[in-house]
Each structure stands twice: as structure tokens, then as C-alpha cells.
């Protein structure tokens, strides 16, 4: 198994020493490119891909390696299977209000579930915000490879994509730039159509199968997230529902357990819904010793890239 942020890390390790390796690894991953661009974020001798698009970093490299390869045929050859790879993220399944801040789709992009000293705690925020955030390391990556890219198309002559690159890049900047200005010290995660960095809630914490009337209203439109926790660390078949009421009706909202990621004995899913309030919420599947605590993600925590950004945002 290859995975791209290792190849990341390898190139920081062997460049300038071995160039050849790390442009092999890089073929490894263009030969196995889907037929729609997508680049899978690890590949294996066999083709089992997860089909998730890998973090946005193969363009970067290419360029990386240009001054010790000097090799401006390898790079006509690889230029335009990067250039697919980078347009899959401004679709619509991968930038859900199509604003050109994509999301992730799964931790595994980010690298941060390979950290082995991530609280578990911190860990399942995380998870939470994989399905409710747009996150500014996407954004940062993004725009570098727009600007490798960019790089590569003057060293090979190839000014076709110049202007939609540009325009990518500036826009990229601008929603960069905006995320920083909205704190100065850190900046945080923002909901990935509200674009609001509302500090999460606990609405109810479940014990045991049953109903919760809560009659709540929120400040703001949010998602509510279900974080089942099983004493045994099976899965678990949970179901809930959420009534809402908005100016005219009543709405009811169901997720079943095929909507839950679980990792270990923590099972997550979070509503594509933006609720204004919640009037009932409603869980089955439990067991004894089981908890489901509910509420809306905290845009606010702090992840391990947070030096990162006070770093960026001292720029």
C-alpha cells in the first residue's frame, strides 16, 4: 500500500538524494487514476482503491523534483493527469455549496488519523467536522497546487489552463485570507454552508433507547450530530429522528445505521440538514452500557494543525 501524505513525507526525507524513487512513486499513483481524474488517496499492487480523492499534494512534488530531474518531457506526461486530479475537487460532490472552498470527505485525507497521540476525544470532533466543515488545510493545499501547477504549464509551454488556474488560485487566496480575518490568533472551522463557526452544544445524552422533547431553538441554523458510544465495541443498529418545526410545519428527519462512520467503539454521523430548532429527538439500537450523546459540532476546538495556522496567520 502506497498512501500520498507518505509520499509527502518520503520526498521531504530523500530529495535531492533520490528523485528517480520518489518520480516512480508518483507514476505509481497517475497510473491508477480513475477516468473521471480522481487520484485515490492510496493505492495497492492489486487496484483496491477506496475511492477517496487523495490530499491535494501530487502537483507539489512533481514541481519539487523539476530542479534535480530537469526533465521537462516527464512533466508534459504527468501535467495533464495532475490537472484532472485537481479539477475533481471543485465538483459538486467534493465542494457541496460549489463556493471553491471543497471539503474533505474523510480523515484518512487529512493524515491526522495516523497520528497516534490524538486524543480520542479530539479525534471524534474531528470526525464530526469531516462532515460538516470546510477546513483551511484544504484550502492552503489547494491553492499550492494550483500554484505548482501553474509553475509546470510556463517550464513545459503549455498556457491552456493559465487563466483557469489563476482564477482558481485567487479565489482560493480570498477565502484563505477571509478565514484568517475572522480571528486573528487561530482560525477556525466554518460550516460548510452557513459558513459560520458556532461553538458546538450538547443537547441530550442517551442511555437507553427512548424520546427527548427539548422545544430548543438555536441562534443560528446548525447540524446535530449523534456520537454513539458501544460498551462492547460492536456496531451498533442505531436509528434516530429529529423533529424540527419551522415557520410553517413540522419536519422529521430519520438516519439509519448504514448514515454512522464508526471507528473502534465510536460510531458518528452527522445531518446534512441545517436545523433552527429541535423539538423531539428520538434514538433506538442502544444496548446496556451504551451512551448517544447529541448535539450541534464545535467549529471552535483546536486540531493538531493549529500551530500551523498561527503560524500562516503571522504571514
Known sequence: IQNVLELWEISQLL???????????????????????????QITWNENLTGIPAAPILASIAAELHPYL??????????????????VWFKPEYDSDEDGFPE???????????????????RNKLEILINSAEWLSLACLLWNE?????????????????????????????LINTCLENNKKICCFRDKTTHLSSKGKILHTFHQNGSKTLDKSLKEPERIFVQVASKDGFVRPVAWQISSQDVKKEIQTSLTCKDFHW?????????????????????????????????????????????????????
Open 15 to 41: 530529495l535531492p538524494v533520490r528523485p528517480y524513487l520518489i518520480k516512480a512513486i508518483v507514476e505509481n499513483f497517475i497510473d491508477q487514476q480513475a477516468e473521471n481524474g480522481l487520484i485515490d488517496t
Open 70 to 87: 530537469n526533465d521537462e518531457e516527464w512533466l508534459s506526461s504527468v501535467y495533464p493527469a495532475l490537472m484532472d486530479s485537481l479539477k
Open 104 to 122: 474533505w470527505q474523510h480523515l484518512v485525507q487529512t493524515g491526522i488519523s495516523e497520528l497516534v497521540k490524538v486524543n480520542p476525544e479530539i
Open 146 to 174: 494550483c500554484k505548482s501547477l501553474t509553475a509546470i504549464a510556463r517550464w513545459i509551454k503549455k498556457d491552456l489552463d493559465l487563466d483557469w488556474l489563476t482564477t482558481q488560485a485567487d479565489r482560493l487566496q480570498s
Open 263 to 315: 471507528h473502534e467503539e465510536q460510531g458518528i454521523t452527522v445531518t446534512n440538514t441545517l436545523f433552527s430548532s429541535v423539538k423531539e429527538i428520538t434514538i433506538s439500537g442502544l444496548k446496556k452500557g451504551d451512551t448517544a450523546v447529541v448535539g450541534t459540532p464545535d467549529f471552535t476546538i483546536h486540531d493538531p494543525l493549529t500551530m500551523f495556522r498561527r503560524l500562516l496567520s503571522l504571514c
